[in-house]
Structure formats: structure tokens, C-alpha cells
């Protein structure tokens, strides 16, 4: 299967020559060079874990709760690329907002806790997969189309659990959220922020469920580590107590995950199984590297096959 580059450096993490800086987000304490040490071990074991291989090619014999049962053998192509778009939409849109107009001091300090948030989800989702090989859903198709394309996949096609995509996008949009609240912005821009970044979290992960990548319970508990690591990567800065949402920000939270989980749901794909949604290409056996960034500091790089 033909490598192609899907995504390219997601984030770049320039971290300045003092090790101390002065306060740039209220509360919180920031050394860069322990950040960016500790993003840079992230992303240098996470690629380590991809040398684990895989053993593992037989179909289980049960799944791990009896709702997982329901979804064995969806495929969906089509699915797999809205949720890929929706990923690259969750890991875009906090960068964006955190870093304004210009890159300043505090912004760099946001950025740098952004990227190591990330790096720490992709290490333990990536690990998670490894060590677990999960046959994906659509290997217990017997679809001609479905069973072809499982073959093609190679080993991505045994990383079902647990979900990276979840896991990433959840905790992309959790630490974009705390760090703009932290920062003292309006209460309309963090609530829109929690809002918005977990509607488009909590569809990735549905639409992964659709395309036959991953099992329900993959995708919960994906979304529940990314969520834990997105808070935690900023809280363990804070100096006394952790910014907390407010009850807007929790209540449009809530509504996004709900409206997510809704829109991505009724989303018409055209046939799961049909000739013509399996012609698309999709984004299989997604991995992470490291990429040097002028100015002393990393990115990270998204690749894929297609």
C-alpha cells in the first residue's frame, strides 16, 4: 500500500533558550525546557512502540461488552474520510485560536502545553494498540469489497483498540478549551470553545464507529483518556488550584457531545458496503513523527497510506 503524507507538522513547538519564563498564563507555571523535554520523550517512545509487532491475526471470539457485538463488520469508507477531516479540523482548530494573530511569549507557553497534550494521547493510544490487537470491525465482514480491503491494511487492520482518533480529538479540544479559559478570555469565546471542540470530537469518534473502525467501546474509552489527558497536561501547571469550567462552559460541553454524536449519526454515507463508497481511498495505519522546527524547538507530522 502506497505512503502518503496526510497531515504535516500539526503543531510547531519553538521553546526560546530560557528555561524559566516569566507568568504567561494566569496560574500556571510553565518551565519550556521541561515541557518540550517531556513532548519530545512523548513523541520518541510513541514511535518506539510502533516497532511492537503484530501477532495477533485471529477474529476474537467475543467483544469486550455485548454492544461491541452490534457493530462487527461495518465498513465504510466514506466514513473514514469525514472522521479523518474531523480529526485534522480538532487538532487545527485550537492551534489556530491559541496562537492569535502572532506567536508572543504566552502563546508559545499554549502552544508548547497543546503540543505535549497531544504527544502524551498519540503515545498512549499508539501503545494501547499495540499491545492489544484488536481486529478492527471490518474484518468480520464477509463483503468481498470489505474483506479486500482489510487484507490491504496490513497490520492497521488489528489496532482497533482503543481509538486514537477519540482520544486526539477529545484531548485536543479539552486542553484548547482550558488553556483559552485559563488565559482569561470572554466567557462566550471558552464556552464556544468547549462547545464546538467537543461536537466535532464526539462525531469523529461516531463516525469512526460507522466506518467500521472501530467498536463502541474503543471510541468511549478512547474519549475518555483523551479527555483526562487534556485537563491534566495544563492542571499539573497550575500553581494552586487548576482553572475550572464554568457551568456554561460544562453545559455547552454537554450540548455538543449530545449534537455531535446527533448530526454525525443521521449523516447520510450512501451505502456502507456499496462499489462505489469503497473506491474512495482511505487513511490507514496512522502514525506520528517528529518533525525539527526552525528556532529550536519540534513539530509533529501525521502519515498515513492510501
Known sequence: MRRALVAVLIVGLVTPAAAEAPVSIPGHAIDRRVTGGISGVAVGLGLVSQLIPIRAREPWNSELVEIDEG????????????????????????????????????????????????????????????????????????????????????????????????????????????????????????????GAGLAVAAATATMQVRAGKHFPSDVLIGSAVGIAVGYLVPALHADDKPYAPSGQDVAAAATGIVGGILLSSLLPLGGRKSEIDAKAPAVTGLGFSPMAVQGGGFGLSITGGM
Open 71 to 194: 457493530v462487527r463488520d461495518n465498513f465504510s469508507p466514506r466514513a473514514m474520510h469525514v472522521a479523518d477531516a474531523m480529526l485534522g479540523l480538532s487538532l487545527g482548530a485550537p492551534a489556530i485560536y491559541l496562537m492569535g494573530s502572532s506567536i508572543d511569549d504566552s502563546d508559545g507557553d499554549k502552544l508548547l502545553l497543546y503540543g505535549q497534550s497531544i504527544a502524551i494521547n498519540a503515545l498512549l493510544a499508539g501503545t494501547a494498540k499495540r499491545l492489544v490487537q484488536r481486529p478492527r470491525p471490518y474484518t468480520y465482514s464477509r463483503d468481498p469489497v470489505a474483506m479486500k480491503f482489510a487484507k490491504a491494511a496490513g497490520d492497521d487492520a488489528y489496532l482497533s483498540f482503543y481509538s486514537g482518533h477519540a482520544a486526539l480529538s477529545f484531548g485536543a479540544a479539552v486542553t484548547g478549551a482550558y488553556l483559552l479559559g485559563a488565559s482569561g478570555e470572554s466567557e462566550t469565546a471558552t464556552s464556544v470553545a468547549w
